[in-house]
Every structure is written in C-alpha cells, then in structure tokens.
C-alpha cells in the first residue's frame, strides 16, 4: 500500500508541473502578443509577468527530475543491452544487477553532495531574480529526486533478483485503454517486424537461430535461406 501511494504521489507530481508549466507559458505568450492590441492593451499591461519563465524553468526541472526516477521505475530509459542480450543467462544476471547497483550507487552519491549543497545554501539569503524564493528550496529537486531515483534503482533490483523481469514499458500501449483483439484491422497492425524477412528490419536473436521467439533452443531450425 504505501507503494502505490508513493508511485501514484510520483506520477501527480510529475503531470501537475507538467500541466502547470504549460498552462503558465501560454498565459504568459498570450499576455505578450495581447498587450499590442490597442483595445484591450489598457487592461493588461499592469500585469507583472516577468516571473513566469523563470518559474517554468524551475517547474521543468523539478519534473525532469522525478520523472528520472519514473523512467526508472517503468523502463521508458534507454539502454545499450546489445551485448549484455547475448551473454548466457547467469552472466546476463549479473552484469543487470552490477549495472542497477551502480545507478543506485551514482544517483546516491549524486543526492548526499545535493544534500550537503542545500543545507550550506540554507544558511545564506541568496533568492531568485525575480521570484524572490529562497534559492535551498529551489535545489531541494537535486537530493530529492537523485534519492527518489536511488529508491527506484534499488526496488528494480530487488524485484529482479526475485522475478528474474525488468520493468518493461511498450510504447504502443495507452494507459487507460485497452487492446481489441477482434478487430481485425487493429489486428493487422500489430506487425512484429523483428520477424520480417525484407532485409529493411532488425532481426532478434531468435529469428538468426532460426526459431520463432517464446521458443526453447530446443525448437531451433536450421537458418533459412535468406538469412545465410
């Protein structure tokens, strides 16, 4: 349970200063463009805008920080695993879990410096240019996200080494809907190009061992011809 509460926090978090921040660049724009109106330019011009992009540039930082640590959670990062996907299965293992300790390891160090940076910036006056906010609270994005992402590292880890799966995120799928698979023109679409034989598409290593992916070494056949 508190699990989901922290990833549902995580996720609030994320589209809030997403949703903000563009709702704040484009009432900022329009204000901009407004003002050159004669007619309603008497109205607006005493609106003080001038914070809002630096807002947004502190909104976007602190999003891009807690989503790292979504991206981590999910596996939407991307990664180099073309040779680490051809190691026998207990090397295999081993290099993931090395790999997800030195990314908790990093995101770790990476949120004590942060850490320590804020609490000797807590103890200064020094604000932003034009909101006027205390510059500690605008850093608190660094420990707290790097620690966040350490979290994330740590709980994929553990998951791994008692499932053996990765956080896998399919960039097809749109959360809240679901796939019909009796429609045959949905059907169609969902083409596995890994297994096309045009020569134009990446091949898997199931596909060079001459068997269809899911199945055991077992049901390997021979290379087809236009593989060799």
Known sequence: MPMKILDHLEEILIAFLMAAA???????????????????????LHWNL?????????MFVWMAKFGAAYGVR?????????????????????????????????????????????WHMSDTEQVSADLEWPMWIIYLAI?????????????????????GELPHHDHGHVEGLEEDTTDPQRAAQDVNWYEMDDN?????????????????????????????
């Open 22 to 44: 563009t709702t704040i660049i484009f009432i900022s724009v329009a204000h901009r463009y407004a003002a050159g109106f004669p007619i309603i330019q008497d109205y607006i």
């Open 50 to 58: 001038a914070w809002a992009q630096e807002l947004c540039i502190y």
């Open 74 to 118: 999910t596996g939407i990062h991307v990664g180099v695993d073309v040779l680490i996907n051809k190691l026998s299965t207990p090397l295999r293992a081993k290099f993931i879990v090395f790999g997800l300790l030195a990314g908790a390891t990093f995101t770790g160090v990476v949120g004590t410096m942060g850490s320590t940076f804020v």
């Open 143 to 163: 420990p707290l996200g790097s620690y966040l992402m350490c979290f994330r590292f740590l709980q994929v880890m553990v998951n791994f080494l008692r499932t």
């Open 200 to 228: 134009l598409h990446p091949h898997d290593i199931a596909h060079h061992e001459g068997r269809k992916p899911g199945n055991g070494p077992d049901s390997a056949k021979g290379p087809k011809e236009n593989d060799r």
